[in-house]
């Protein structure tokens, strides 16, 4: 349900970004208001509490963002609220921010591998991604998992490519305990 109204509400935002020509200038004022929210626990509290009246954290909300974001921004945080969603916003703006990535052709991919990668390798599989999708661009994670074994894991999006030793091991055992021995 969660990955829903962060896809109904971020594509909403997307769309209105694109119509206006204003995707980076909501992209640079989300990633803001993220920055604020995350350094500002109470204030997320004060929002997700359930005592408190839409109203007052409407109210609150025009008086901390108003003029200091686009109108349009201001208007869809009141939405949010409104429509009982605050607790959803960092999925929202999640989606936002990879759907305007994917709008000018960057990537984010996530490697895990089984050991640390030198910056050569690291360029080396950039240039492959970049190679094997439509991105211009690549942002590129990388995390060590020494229980992969061996090889490595790439995600993009949805897409996972699993060449990890453990993978192809445990897919070995199963093709092993299947034979009947007559």
């Known amino acids: ?19 206006e020509g204003k995707t980076e200038l909501y992209l640079q004022e989300l990633t803001d208001i993220r920055r604020i929210l995350d350094e500002n626990k109470d204030f997320n ?11 007052v954290k409407c109210e609150i909300l025009t008086e901390v963002f108003k003029g200091r974001i686009s109108d349009e921004l201001t208007g869809f945080l009141l939405l949010i609220v409104s429509k009982d969603r605050y607790r959803e916003i960092d999925d929202i703006l ?14 984010t991919a996530y490697i895990t ?10 360029a080396q599989v950039e240039e492959r991604l ?3 999708t439509s991105f211009e661009q690549m942002e590129m994670h990388f995390a ?20 990890s030793v453990r993978t192809k091991l445990e897919k070995l ?7 009947r021995i007559s």
Do not use: C, W
């Open 144 to 163: 060590v998992d020494a229980s992969l074994i061996g090889g490595m894991v790439v995600r993009i999006g949805d897409r996972v490519v699993d060449s």
């Open 94 to 107: 999640d989606y936002f921010t990879m759907e305007v990535k994917r709008f000018n052709g960057i990537g």
């Open 130 to 132: 970049l190679a094997i």
């Open 1 to 19: 349900m969660a990955k829903l109204i962060a896809k109904t509400y971020g594509e909403a935002l997307f769309e209105l970004a694109v119509e």
């Open 173 to 179: 055992q199963k093709q092993l305990l299947s034979i």
């Open 113 to 122: 591998s089984a050991a640390a990668i030198n910056e050569i390798q690291k």
């Open 45 to 55: 509290r004060l929002m997700n509490h359930p005592k408190i009246l839409k109203d």
